[in-house]
Structures are given as C-alpha cells and as structure tokens.
C-alpha cells in the first residue's frame, strides 16, 4: 500500500521561508511523477510544482516561480518543497501527490486529478 506523509509546515512571517517534506513508501513503480498542490477552503485543489523523478526539468506554476523549489533524495524516498520569500497568499494546506510517468510526460499539462496517491496534506500559513 502506498503511503505519502507529508510535513514542515507551519506559520510564518511574509518573506520567510519553509521546507517541506512529503515521504513516499509502498509505491512500486521505478518511474514516477511527485507534485505539491495546495488548497485553500473552499477553492480547487491547485497546481504547485511537479517532478519526474528520473530527471528533467520540474514545472511550477506561475505564482511560485523563482521562489518556491521542488527536490528530491531518492535514497530516502523523499521530495521537498522549499519555499522563500513567502507571501501570505501563499497560505495554504499544501498537499504532495504520485503517479506513474516517463520523460514524454508533459508535467505542465498534470492536474491533481491526474494524481492516484496522495498524503494527508500539511498546513501553511504566513502572516503579513
């Protein structure tokens, strides 16, 4: 069974910075996509930045471009999303996701329904 655990989140001032941790266990396949979403009350679940683990370029959206990054250890099984110079509109519950892909998968064009396992999400919150 497969299991993503997600944490680091938490509260913050504008401007700082927070990484956040999403744990992958149980999942079989060699070749996957992992991806952060966030989803304030209310609102769709949306796009943050996706990964395919074997390499290439990740994709983020627009709003955290040039702040926000996605990483992975693949010896631990682990993706990250560092985080800086947020912004209160970035508070969110922010939520990391897997799916199977390869290098012709166009990461921009993933969704959250795309998406088959996903964790239990971590909440965000920045203060002005």
């Not at 996509?33 to 209310?42: K, L, S, Y």
């Not at 290098?103 to 795309?114: E, G, I, M, Q, W």
């Not at 964790?119 to 920045?126: L, R």
């Amino acid at each position: 069974q497969v299991h993503l655990v997600e944490s680091g989140g938490g509260s913050v001032q504008a401007g700082g910075s927070l990484r956040l941790s999403c744990a992958v266990s149980g999942y079989t396949y060699s070749r996957k996509c992992m991806g952060w979403f966030r989803q304030a009350p209310g609102k769709e679940r949306e796009n943050v930045a996706v990964i395919y683990t074997d390499g290439g370029s990740p994709a983020y959206a627009d709003s955290v471009k040039g702040r926000f990054t996605i990483s992975q250890d693949s010896a631990k099984n682990t993706v990250y999303l560092q985080m800086n110079s947020l912004k209160p509109e970035d508070t969110n519950m922010y939520y990391c996701a897997a799916r199977p892909c390869n290098f012709v998968t166009n990461l921009r064009a993933l969704r959250p329904t795309d998406f088959h396992y996903w964790g239990q999400g971590t909440q965000v919150t920045v203060s002005s």
